[in-house]
């Protein structure tokens, strides 16, 4: 089926383009809501109609008479719905061949081949504390993010931005400077705008003992970049590259960037101070790139570390950023334009909205002001933050509750998916009979074929998951199957008497079982195989 969504893609897109002279970007087709309303459905006659003016149900009723000439053979029908919906019912033929590849295929049958050369950058915390609960969301929406770009053929490295250098720097050294002399029993203030978590106690301590001599910017800056790796690690999260902000600066790369757009006329000087000329790229004021007293602005270093991005040779940029920094996309993008990099999407941000923890019991604040997200882990397990992290959409507050998150009843999602994975290898184990594509032509009861027809939508959902950048419609995705599947499971007798109807079913269960573990590995969450 998912040879067959290409093609009706393709197919589609050159119908309208022929017909409309209207290029269509992805996806073209989308998943219909319910079931009586096919497998497929698609709404590009109405988007057409407001460009041309036409009635949408003329247009869907051309390009029907065009679809059928095609693929008419591999759908049962195609459906017209007012205003102007087009909707495609799969034939029994065509699922049953769907299901057929993927045992034969297993995850491969989901995979795509050869597409971009992907920089995908995400938490970038500043290295001056252990990571937060909110670092923590974006942190696993990266990763999945990054395992969704694999799944699609994209070739992705993991960056984190290591912003060490500037105030923020020079305060957390000093900071620990007044915690060894806290130690060492002497008169101690820290200072305004400092770190007071109890972390720095640690590091002044262990500075004492192993770093005396060593320089304590240094001291300091690797000790927080290891306790950040160390938080990672308790969610499987590693990175290709640590980018530092301070190389940047001590290359001459932010010097080198700042000549550039000089040499092209687009910095000028007021006040005092170097201005980027960015109103020139749809910003909505100039910006400040190098102060009066001569020191370059963050903004300046930005423009150098996606300067240097783009200069790696990267077909497309990802940037995971927090709601603080949504007004930064356009001066960045405005950036890009100046250097020379003009394709309009060769930089997504995706913002990640900020994360608030639901209990019936409070936990303690042990590192200053906030939560770590280590000790969240701590409290639910790696597998269960991972997929709480991922159930609302980037763009939506989350709420996480702590008490669902631990919860062994079907109330908790995670938990009613890990049942799926258990209750299908426990029906493995009761039978010596193995799957068999060659049965699954034996499949007639409507809960067998919705089954299958449900299953062949995983390879929509990523290709929606990918192009939306969004993990949690794989969450979605994950959790309908298994409620379908429970239902499956409570009217349909898999270890049946007829020998042809028990290996016909015990492949829908393999291919379920297939996409239940590629899901949850792309989730990067362990399947639970016994419970």
Known sequence: MKNFYDKASSLLKKIVEKNYNISLGHPVWELSSRQKFGDLSTTVSLKIASKIGKNPLEISQKIKKELTKKIGSEVEKIELIKPGFVNLFFSKNLIIKALEKIIENKKDYFKEKGKRKVLIEFVSANPTGPLSIAHGRQAVVGDVIANLLKVQGDKVKREYYLNDAGRQMELLVLSVKERIKEIEGKDYQIPEGGYKGQYLKKIASDYIRDGKGSDLYDFCLSSLQNLIKLDLEKLDISFDSWFSQKRLIEKGRVEEAIEFLEKKGLVYEKEGALWFNSTKFSDDKDRVVRKSDGAFTYFA????????????GYDKLINLWGPDHHGYIGRIKSALKALGYKKEDLLTVVIIQLVSLKSKQRMSK???????????????????ARFYYLTRKNSSHLDFDIDLAKASSFDNPLYYIHYVCARIESIFKKTDKKPDKNFSKYLEEPQELDMVRFLLQFSLCLQKSYYWLEPAFLIEYLKELAALFHKFYEKVRVLGDDSKKTKARLNILQATKEVFYFGLEILGIEPVKEM
Do not use: N, P, Q, W
């Not at 770590?372 to 269960?384: P, T, Y």
């Open 301 to 312: 270093s930005d423009i150098a570390y996606h300067y240097d991005k783009c200069r790696r």
């Open 366 to 384: 042990r590192a200053g002001t906030m939560i770590r997200f280590s000790e969240l882990i701590k409290e639910v397990g790696k597998d269960a």
